[in-house]
């Protein structure tokens, strides 16, 4: 399987997108804005959306996605989250007042849109790709997700401060290839980190000494604009015994 990024960035600005990974051809982790870059044609061909939490800059393209594809599909788009965070969903964005509730359109029997809840470690697979929830730690509930296909994996933390759960799940995956994990702000702002529940480059250095698979390549997402040097040159002093690399847009990974 393929992992394409279509946005990396904690923000927006000239060529930066937030949050959202193509699977494939059918399924996105996350949706930010990031799912511009798809064409009408490659958004018609997206039949699942895992979602980390409920933060607009991870979830701004579904209400869009399903508004401009939904009636060009036969089937309704799979909306997979934890079940507080589709209660968010619920509440405060298909609420008829952000946005109508394509669960019921064009009506309740064949919607547009669906949702489906996913617990911490339980498996959805589809077409033998294997995708969990793994344990995150953030202001809002939220996870992050382990990709599997068999050959190889990745994991994405998606937005998290420090959390020991996560580091227990992911030194256990065997066939590890990537992580990606987010380093939100630089050390300037790790009030800031701690308050929001993100990480900094001296959080990060701290949440690495506990990663335990030395092989694995390693990723940094959700940079913020403006910072993304510093928060790397930060993220080089502070870390050792390896070198995190920053996540591109339209970056591949193949597992
Ligand atoms: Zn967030
Ligand atoms: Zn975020």
New binding site residues.
Partial sequence: MKLRVLGCSGGIGGNLRTTSFLLDHDVLIDAGTGVGELSLAELVMIDHVFVT?S?L??IASIPFMVDSAGFMRDSPLTVYASEETLDILKQHVFNWKIWPDFAEIPNARQPYMRYRSIGLGETVVLNGRKITPVPAN???P?VGYHLDSGKASLVFSG?TTTNDALWKVVNKIENLRYLIIETAFSNSEKDLAVLSKHLCPSMLATELVKFKRRETEVFITHLKPGELELTMQEIEECVSGMIPKMLLNNQEFDL
């Fill in positions: 939490h933060h800059d991870h953030h202001v809002v939220a937005d």
